[in-house]
């Protein structure tokens, strides 16, 4: 069983990461050379009235006040307005349409390197050495080398434009306008009951799908495999086929049960490579999560989109490794030694 | 518990043997480890290659006039020529030069940063190795493409590419920090550290003569896993638009403007080539990586990322 006290332990840990990530990202911005002012005002505006914006936004303070008005506006979700993207509108109203988008291109991605990955790394580890090891460690090793926005618009060539039985961008047709409940099309669409734009949204996010997807099957299986290798040599996986227990039940009922236990935590530090691969696979398939925001924002000198939308990515990578870590103690108790 | 010890003795000297001389010989018997030794062998050869053989800015002009414009590939245009009619093929063999360069850069700088937080973490302790820790700890906390998004605006326009290389340059220090610092904190248990010491020797000496050595290892692997990665998200960032300028023959820009303009017009070409180039150097480095590794000590699993 797992402790309260280790999850308080953790959850108390917590405060002085996201403190840290807020200070990061407060550098960061004032680092940069571009002026906010100028970029509200606009490059013919006159002297006085960037001076005047910069006084508004309190520009002009001492760096410690405005890191520490920063801390606290952080602390309770203000992040201020956009200047160049979505121009007036709040940050963290902009985040909530936008996040789920990501969220839901994340999961759908990370699902399905998991149901594709682990078999093939148990699949590889049970054949150690043999051509199907081989075969898979190869494709595995590409499958990490394929650069997402080389694979992604040559399948958008191939199946959107050869072929022409996908759609080349987007989340669904242009035809259906679904009202956003959750944020999370394939679950809006059924809400609202609309079968034929549940299928539209499934056609639209099979290629980004499949293009994150692959990246994590590779990662996932090389892992799995080498965990595998491992577990199948202890002594316990000897004892059970020893005592007569076919291969196949010990493999399952032996081995993969401990070689799980790395990968979850694979998983939890891969969720980063996740959110990066989101990032591009948006970028590619022109989907409006809060990756092509970032890029948006940063090109663009939005100040406060790019602080909230890196602050959210950090805090939610953080939020994942946490969840991660907790899952591993209940799983191995050990950890919390 | 004597079990135990006899098991720790013999492990140990298992690990040690490998570290002495069979790696190399482990590491040439890997068949994909020499695979991919033999990829960047070439894609370094080609990068000389291009790098003395090509006139940049001749290779950046628009050729209208001279070339045809989005010509497919042919015996005289290999990889086709591109929107600006310039001939892919030798642009896509200098994108080579761009990416061993800013590549070695990159891992050079975090390595070399990583090396030295790491060993002096581990040695001084306490308080300098909290700071030190905890503040790789916070680097650690973003996803590593969209922290070097962000680190890109902090570099002035002018650097172009060099503000991708900075960028990743402090994303990956606290990786090669983090391990440095582990399998120094081995060494620092070792019975020669004490006896170096009572010796006399310096901390500078210690440091650099003694536990750097014995962390060899672990940092070429990382290196080498990190190498492919840097080329990949130099590359990624040109793709999103920070770092290289236009018409630059990077392969991230190739591959940007390939898509963008050339792909859907039917000009496959303009961005299929310096992708594949990309692909297959990227892979090489993790092919060699991955033999390393297993060279190494096949129980010392670390992921890509």
Known sequence: ?337 | MSTETQTGTVDRSIVERLRASPFLSQLVSNRLAVTGLVIIAVVVVVAIYARFTYDLSNLMATQFGTNPSEAAPSIEYPFGTDGQARDIFPRVLYGAWYAVLYGTVTVAASTFLGVGLGIVAAYYGDLTDNVIMRTMDVLLSFPSLLLALALVTIFPEELGLWRAVGALTLVYTPRFARVVRGAALKVLEDEYTDATKALGATDPRLLIRHILPNCLAPITVQSTLNYGLAIIDIAALSFLGFGASPGEPTWGMMLSNGVEFGLFSGAWWWSFFPGLLLALTVLGFNLLGDGMRDALDPRMRETVD
Do not use: C
Request: aromatic share 8%.
């Open chain 1, 1 to 337: 069983m797992v402790s309260n006290r280790f999850v308080l332990k953790r959850l108390l840990l917590l405060f002085p990461v996201l403190f840290g990530v807020a200070t990061v990202v407060f550098a960061i911005l004032h680092l940069s050379p571009g002026d906010p002012a100028v970029v509200i005002a606009g490059d013919r505006a006159s002297q006085e009235f960037v001076e005047q914006i910069r006084s508004d936004l309190g520009l002009d303070d001492p760096l410690w006040q405005q890191y520490v008005r920063f801390l606290g506006d952080v602390a309770t979700f203000d992040f201020g307005q956009s200047y160049q993207v979505n121009r007036g509108t709040q940050v963290s109203q902009i985040l909530v349409d936008r996040l789920p988008i990501t969220i839901e291109l994340a999961l759908l991605g990370q699902f399905a390197g998991l149901l594709f990955g682990l078999p093939l790394g148990i699949l590889s580890a049970v054949k150690q050495d043999t051509w199907t090891d081989h075969l898979t460690r190869v494709g595995a090793l590409s499958g990490i080398s394929v650069p997402i926005y080389w694979s992604g618009p040559l399948l958008i060539l191939l199946f959107a434009q050869f072929l022409g039985i996908l759609p080349t961008s987007g989340r669904i047709g242009s035809e259906y306008f679904i009202e956003p409940a959750t944020g999370l099309i394939l679950v809006d669409t059924l809400l609202a009951g609309n079968v034929p734009a549940f299928q539209s949204a499934v056609v639209h996010l099979l290629l980004p799908v499949v293009v994150l997807g692959i990246y994590q099957m590779a990662l996932l299986s090389r892992m799995m495999r080498s965990s595998m290798v491992e577990v199948i040599r202890q002594d316990y996986i000897r004892t059970a086929r020893a005592k007569g227990q076919g291969s196949k039940i010990t493999v399952m009922k032996h081995g993969l049960r401990n070689a799980f236990i790395p990968v979850i935590t694979v998983i939890g530090i891969q969720f980063g490579s996740l959110l990066g691969g989101a990032v591009l696979t948006e970028t590619v398939f022109e989907i409006n999560g809060i990756g092509t925001l970032l890029v948006d924002a940063i090109s663009r000198s939005d100040y406060p989109v790019v602080q909230g939308t890196v602050l959210v990515f950090a805090v939610l990578y953080t939020l994942v490794n946490l969840a991660v870590d907790i899952t591993y103690s209940v799983l191995d108790p050990r950890i919390e030694q």
